[in-house]
């Protein structure tokens, strides 16, 4: 059992190794993490400042206006920090050469999703760093530390959820063999109704009531609100909800697998 979990553990050690060498790509993410944490704050710095233009009220409107930014930090370092996980399992599927991982000595699925998390573990530590930096600039207030420290406990668990989604949409290459249309339709109900841009609490109440029986709110607007709203109770609540979509992520990841070497059988893969 130990030799068969070191195997998986070395190959997330060698991806997060060999993603660490690409520079370049790990360059452009934090670019593009800095832009939307600056272009956000100063959407959001425009609107309360409006709203509540004189004295006290304004230092309020400010303060508002970073707690906004340091939930979007917060929910975009959870993003970022995927790897396109779901397009190698559907290179995999379309080239053919899912026969041949299929023979080795593993789990085709479980090795993929190896290689995602030492992928995932590397990018979350490069951008954090840089998260906190970000957002304290375009915020001009630090968040609270406990706050912080919860959210990023449970923003790991809830990236490992999402980890296991993408893996599950790249294996629906077995049936569609173009999962785009799948994750675009994933993509736009985590926007929406995981809360990326903007937090739940906004919303009407429908929506809101919808969004939080689903599993989006776990992964996204659960850890942001956290930075700002730190509860030790809370989290300890969202880290059971995000335990128990990851079971179930899984055993649907485990039964995709299992279909999809069927249909390889019976296609003479």
């Given at each position: 059992m130990?030799a068969a979990?070191?195997?998986?553990?070395a190959?997330a050690r060698a991806?997060?190794?060999?993603?660490l060498?690409e520079?370049?790509?790990l360059i452009?993410r934090?670019?593009?993490y800095?832009l939307i944490?600056?272009v956000f704050s100063?959407?959001?710095?425009?609107?309360?400042s409006?709203q509540?233009?004189l004295?006290?009220h304004r230092?309020?409107?400010a303060?508002?206006a970073g707690?906004y930014v340091?939930y979007?930090?917060?929910?975009?370092?959870?993003?970022?920090s995927?790897p396109?996980?779901?397009?190698?399992?559907e290179?995999?599927?379309?080239?053919g050469?899912?026969a041949?991982?299929?023979?080795?000595?593993l789990?085709?699925?479980?090795g993929?999703l190896?290689?995602?998390?030492?992928d995932?573990?590397l990018?979350?530590?490069?951008l954090?760093?840089?998260?906190?930096?970000?957002a304290?600039?375009f915020?001009g207030?630090w968040?609270?530390?406990?706050?912080?420290?919860?959210?990023?406990?449970v923003?790991?668990m809830?990236a490992?959820?999402?980890?296991?989604?993408?893996a599950?949409?790249?294996?629906?290459?077995f049936?569609l063999h173009d999962?785009?249309p799948?994750?675009l339709?994933w993509?736009?109900?985590?926007?929406?109704?995981?809360g990326l841009m903007?937090?739940l609490s906004?919303?009407?109440e429908?929506?809101?009531a919808?969004?939080q029986r689903?599993?989006f709110?776990?992964?996204?607007?659960g850890?942001?609100?956290?930075v700002s709203?730190p509860?030790?109770?809370?989290?300890?609540?969202?880290?059971?909800?995000?335990?128990a979509?990851?079971?179930l992520?899984?055993l649907l990841v485990?039964?995709?697998?299992?279909r999809?070497?069927?249909?390889?059988?019976?296609?003479?893969?």
């Open positions: 130990s979990y070191g195997k998986y553990l190959i991806a997060f190794w060999q993603r060498s520079r370049a790509a452009g934090i670019a593009f800095c944490l600056l100063c959407v959001w710095r425009s609107i309360f409006a509540e233009p004295g006290a230092k309020a409107a303060h508002a707690d340091w979007l930090a917060l929910t975009e370092w959870i993003m970022l995927q396109t996980l779901y397009l190698d399992i290179s995999d599927v379309r080239s050469d899912i041949y991982q299929l023979a080795r000595p789990s085709y699925v479980g993929k190896a290689e995602g998390v030492g995932l573990l990018r979350m530590l490069t954090a760093p840089f998260g906190l930096l970000f304290r600039l915020s207030q968040a609270d530390g406990r706050g912080l420290m919860l959210a990023a406990l923003g790991v809830a490992l959820l999402l980890l296991l989604c993408y599950a949409i790249g294996l629906c290459a049936w999962c785009t799948v994750y339709v993509q736009k109900l985590l926007f929406v109704l995981g903007l937090p906004i919303y009407p429908w929506l809101r919808l969004a689903l599993p709110a776990s992964m996204l607007y850890p942001g609100q956290l709203h509860d030790a109770g809370r989290a300890l609540e969202l880290s059971v909800e995000l335990g979509w990851v079971v992520a899984g485990l039964g995709l697998e299992r999809g070497r069927r249909v390889l059988e019976l296609a003479g893969g």
